[in-house]
């Protein structure tokens, strides 16, 4: 199960061959500048090996995203979540900094918060975003999420929840 492709992206599943693309995107600082730190390439193997169990778990996770000509751009999709000690669908993206800025993570943010809706069915989604990371938050916005609550996450860190109930697909 994918996101529809958008005007200007589309979705498959990470693969071990995606390793130097991913380990390029989450070990850059500026990527990951509200993350504890960059992650090594190991770290990026182990990413992509957590969302391809959860393809298999629940047929979904985060997905590569290209543009249509083929062009990487990030990571976007849908992965469980605890806040609070209760599970919550999250979206979650990824863009490299040079792309940042151009909507990409809007339009696939829309596309994952349509599926969710659509196949997946749930009837809530959220997106949990370090405090200071404005964009992310404005992502959050534009796909019609509100600040819901301010949470901590297990190591203690804060972190801001935002969320939306979803009304299913036609």
């Given at each position: 199960?994918?996101?529809a492709?958008?005007?200007?992206?589309?979705?498959r599943?990470?693969t071990?061959?995606?390793?130097?693309?991913?380990a390029?995107l989450?070990g850059?600082p500026?990527?990951m500048?509200?993350?504890?730190?960059?992650?090594?390439?190991?770290?990026?193997?182990?990413?992509?090996?957590w969302?391809?169990a959860?393809?298999?778990a629940?047929g979904?996770?985060?997905w590569l995203?290209?543009?249509?000509?083929?062009?990487?751009?990030?990571?976007?999709g849908?992965?469980?979540?605890?806040v609070?000690?209760t599970?919550?669908?999250?979206?979650?993206?990824?863009?490299?900094?040079?792309l940042?800025g151009?909507?990409?993570?809007?339009?696939?943010a829309a596309a994952?918060?349509d599926?969710?809706?659509?196949s997946?069915?749930?009837?809530?989604?959220?997106?949990?975003?370090?405090p200071?990371?404005v964009?992310?938050?404005?992502?959050a916005?534009?796909?019609?999420?509100a600040?819901r609550?301010?949470?901590r996450?297990p190591s203690?860190?804060?972190?801001?929840?935002m969320g939306?109930?979803?009304?299913?697909?036609?």
């Amino acid at each position: 199960m994918l996101p529809a492709a958008t005007a200007r992206l589309c979705f498959r599943e990470m693969t071990e061959d995606d390793l130097d693309a991913m380990a390029a995107l989450l070990g850059d600082p500026a990527v990951m500048t509200y993350y504890s730190a960059p992650k090594t390439r190991e770290q990026a193997l182990a990413w992509i090996t957590w969302n391809q169990a959860n393809y298999a778990a629940h047929g979904y996770g985060l997905w590569l995203m290209r543009t249509r000509d083929g062009e990487f751009v990030g990571d976007c999709g849908l992965t469980w979540q605890r806040v609070g000690g209760t599970p919550m669908l999250e979206v979650g993206y990824h863009v490299r900094a040079a792309l940042q800025g151009r909507g990409y993570a809007t339009e696939a943010a829309a596309a994952c918060r349509d599926l969710a809706a659509g196949s997946i069915g749930v009837d809530s989604l959220a997106a949990i975003i370090h405090p200071q990371n404005v964009a992310s938050r404005r992502v959050a916005e534009k796909i019609g999420m509100a600040h819901r609550i301010d949470d901590r996450s297990p190591s203690g860190e804060l972190r801001t929840v935002m969320g939306m109930r979803l009304q299913p697909s036609p």
